[in-house]
């Protein structure tokens, strides 16, 4: 056999070409959402109180508030629903820029500090302001994500050598530590009551979130979405190092900034509404990574997609492991979350970054 009949693909292949895949890849989003769709169907139907699939669609195409089932499922479980899908393609976008931005494939939206300056927020927010409600939670959330991130901002000396991510992983990872000990010091000082009330949110229960969150939370993530889409063709410069980004024209500076800010709107818009979750960050990305390799145009809507997947997977399921009662979300991803991503890391090499 010549070597140009061996070069020649086989009968009935097609060539690898850049449009062929990205037409392969359109469909693989395509074919996420749809599995998306189906999960919010199913979210919208299961519960303490079952409601038959047709009765479920019923709700959404002919809404009669009359009917017990229509309101449960258009008042209760269709923003918790629709938060459920923000919050997870919140998180698995916030951890693909993490892990771009440290080069750490461990990278999760928490090394920043993020997550534990929304729980201080949250703590301080219910022992010496009375919050109670889920809508104010949000607030504190924010706040508290926002200074968390400026304190990591300057400590990690960002605004000397915004391209040495080393120094905020550092600073982010020594906060949290301080933080968690004033969340700790909040909370045993305080009455049962106020212990309580963080508990339902720190478990990372979607239970309880109404309307009223969705329209803060939305907007946040949205901008955050289009910060992390306007950053993909920089973050693929930004892995060449420091020196080949400027030389192509990108600012790293201008990248880790912008990436930086993108995460903490994303991350702490979404621990804020629905508290701490973990794994979601973490494995996502890896999980989209193995689908279309490193590239940030196809990884972040793959992310996005994966991680929204997960978490309405996992919502789900917390409500049917102990039928009629049910688990949190952040606890059913970390119990399934974390022997799935164990197995994924000793079965495959894991992608490089």
């Not at 070409?17 to 599995?35: D, I, K, M, N, W």
């Not at 970390?334 to 970054?353: C, D, E, N, S, W």
């Amino acid at each position: 056999m010549s070597l140009l009949s061996r070069a020649q693909p086989g009968a009935g292949t097609k060539p690898d070409t850049p449009l062929r895949r990205r037409a392969q890849r359109s469909t693989g989003v395509l074919t996420g959402l749809v599995v998306v769709a189906a999960l919010c169907v199913v979210s919208l139907a299961v519960g303490s109180r079952p409601v038959p699939v047709d009765t479920t669609l019923d709700a959404l195409l002919n809404f009669n508030p009359g009917n017990d089932l229509h309101l449960l499922v258009i008042q209760l479980r269709l923003p918790r629903t629709i938060l459920a899908v923000l919050v997870g393609a919140a998180l698995g976008l916030a951890g693909a820029l993490m892990q771009a931005l440290t080069r750490n494939p461990l990278a999760e939206p928490g090394i920043l500090g993020i997550n534990s300056g929304a729980a201080a927020a949250v703590a301080v927010g219910i022992a010496s302001f009375g919050v109670s409600a889920v809508a104010g939670y949000v607030w504190f959330g924010f706040l508290g994500a926002g200074i968390a991130s400026v304190i990591v901002y300057v400590l990690g000396r960002a605004h000397d050598a915004g391209t040495n991510p080393v120094r905020l992983v550092l600073a982010g990872a020594g906060l949290s530590v301080v933080l968690g000990a004033l969340t700790s010091i909040v909370l045993i000082n305080s009455d049962p009551d106020t212990y309580d009330d963080f508990r339902q949110w720190a478990t990372g229960s979607l239970q309880g979130r109404g309307f009223d969150v969705l329209p803060v939370v939305a907007l946040v993530c949205l901008v955050g979405f289009v910060l992390a889409f306007s950053m993909s063709r920089s973050l693929d410069s930004l892995a060449l190092g420091g020196d080949l980004s400027r030389a192509l024209g990108i600012s790293p500076r201008r990248t880790m900034i912008i990436s930086a800010l993108a995460v903490l709107l994303l991350s702490g818009a979404a621990t804020a509404a629905a508290g701490p979750i973990a794994f979601v960050g973490l494995a996502a990305p890896h999980m989209a990574r193995l689908l279309v390799g490193p590239g940030h145009q196809w990884l972040l809507p793959y992310s996005m997609v994966t991680s929204a997947i997960v978490l309405l997977a996992a919502d789900i399921l917390g409500r049917l492991v102990l039928f009629p009662g049910e688990i949190g979300a952040g606890i059913m991803t970390a119990l399934i979350g974390g022997p799935v991503f164990l197995a994924l890391v000793r079965r495959r090499k894991m992608a490089r970054l």
